[in-house]
């Protein structure tokens, strides 16, 4: 099975939205990059995305915390 790219998930502590920050051209090396702190699979510039990050809410401008929960491949179409 070929490798298979797509966006990787967060979800925030705050308000519980789910969203794609990143889209990465191999979930499975992505994702152990970032779980396991494997080295960087694309070293000439794509930085790793992080287990939590700040989630901007639009509506009242506060900032949230939100948590890495995993990739979701694309699809055969690659959308």
Do not use: Q, T
């Not at 967060?10 to 889209?23: D, I, L, Q």
């Not at 152990?32 to 702190?37: C, E, G, P, T």
């Amino acid at each position: 099975m070929a490798n298979k790219g797509g966006w990787l998930r967060y979800r925030c502590r705050m308000c519980s939205e789910e969203y794609g920050v990143v889209h990465v051209p191999d979930i499975g090396s992505a994702v152990s990059a970032v779980i396991f702190n494997h080295p960087n699979p694309w070293p000439l510039g794509m930085p790793l995305p992080k287990i939590i990050e700040w989630h901007f809410h639009k509506d009242d401008k506060s900032r949230g915390v939100a948590d890495f929960i995993g990739g979701v491949v694309d699809d055969e179409d690659g959308k």
